[in-house]
Nanobody, 123 residues
Framework: QVQLVESGGGFVQTGDSLRLSCAAS????????VAWFRRRPGEDRDFVAA????????DYLYSVKGRFTISRDNADNTVHLQMNNLKPEDTAVYYC????????????????WGRGTQVTVSS
């Protein structure tokens, strides 16, 4: 029902910044909470950040707190993840997901998923 497409990934150096975007279509975007997850090869998918449908609540993985900022523009049907001071450990495929329910724990979050965008941070 909801299609999600991530963009904005790339190859950067330690300390650089990237701005990821998640474009939504095919549903009522303003009714969904959205979260970013990331996956490294051979590892489970990890929660990174989330934002409620109205944007009034956010949550972050502790290791990215203060460096990453999640935001949304419901008029444009987009969610962004501003990533500053990137580190090699941030290297992963980043996915956005949408769900009608917002709240930790985030293990079961995600009715709809994008295909992901690669972020590579060199040291």
């Amino acid at each position: 029902q909801v299609q999600l497409v991530e963009s904005g990934g790339g190859f950067v150096q330690t300390g650089d910044s990237l701005r990821l975007s998640c474009a939504a279509s095919g549903g009522s975007f303003g009714s969904y909470a959205v979260a970013w997850f990331r996956r490294r090869p051979g590892e489970d998918r990890d929660f990174v950040a989330a934002i409620s449908d109205s944007g009034d609540m956010t949550d972050y993985l502790y290791s990215v707190k203060g460096r990453f900022t999640i935001s949304r523009d419901n008029a444009d049907n987009t969610v962004h993840l501003q990533m500053n001071n990137l580190k090699p450990e941030d290297t992963a495929v980043y996915y956005c997901a949408a769900d009608r329910s917002y709240g930790s724990p985030w293990y079961g979050f995600g009715e709809f998923w994008g295909r992901g965008t690669q972020v590579t941070v060199s040291s």
